[in-house]
């Protein structure tokens, strides 16, 4: 079973009307996505309270010649090509990359959703001394994640060059969602935030197009 060591994760803000484009070219993504055994998960999320819609892909592989290989495939090509006509503005191919410092992958079903429905991503930024301190809780973290039965997916994610963190996490039901935002992963987080964060953290909830899980 391969791990996951790095991804991207790629934001895509639809133009005014264009929302259901953007779904639709998503969901095209996962048809594609299947013949890429170098990708071991793919999501297609679509970011709750957005208007107009606002989309991110989440996606991990073994290697960093894992992920080049995604990127010179058909879906980036594909995204080049249409995202003008869809997009208010284009991923920025320097900001997107992340290092996945920490994850725990376990799969809800089949089908295009594999069992997922909604999740939450939480982005944050580390004071300069704290950025080691903030990335070793992150890498703790998991112990407790483990111990989630509900937590389907989890991944604690670093920007290379930066002092930007996240933690990305899906589950297959709503109650299941709830019962991880009021549990003892993210009560730590909240009490250390103020002392090891530069701002308060941007979270977001988002529900699941489509995705795809290999190596659980």
């Known amino acids: 079973m391969s ?25 095209g993504g996962y048809g594609l996505v299947q013949a890429e055994p170098e990708t071991l998960q793919w999501y297609a999320m679509k970011l709750e309270g957005t208007s107009p819609p606002v989309y991110d892909i989440f996606d991990t592989f073994p290697s ?25 503005v284009g991923p920025d191919i320097n900001k997107i ?3 996945v410092i920490a994850s725990k992958v376990t799969k809800a079903g089949e089908g295009q959703k594999a069992g997922l429905t909604v999740g939450s991503r939480v982005l944050f930024t ?9 990335r070793e809780s992150l890498v703790n973290a998991l112990a407790q994640i483990k111990g989630e039965e509900k937590t389907v997916a989890w991944y ?32 730590a987080a909240a009490a250390s935030a103020e002392e090891v ?20």
């Open 3 to 27: 791990t996951a060591t790095c991804g991207s994760l790629v934001p895509l803000a639809s133009q005014e009307g264009k929302g259901d484009a953007v779904a639709e070219f998503l969901l």
């Open 64 to 88: 960093q010649e894992g992920r080049k290989a995604h990127f010179d495939g058909p879906i980036p090509n594909a995204l080049m090509q249409h995202g003008p006509s869809l997009l208010s």
């Open 97 to 99: 990359m992340v290092e």
């Open 126 to 134: 580390a004071k300069p001394e704290k950025k080691e301190a903030v």
């Open 156 to 187: 604690a994610i670093h920007f290379p060059g930066t002092d930007n963190f996240g933690a990305i996490s899906f589950f297959a039901s709503e109650e299941d969602r709830l019962a991880h935002l009021k549990g003892p992963v993210v009560a």
């Open 197 to 216: 964060l530069v701002t308060p953290p941007a979270s977001v909830k988002f529900e699941i197009l489509a995705a795809h899980v290999t190596n659980t």
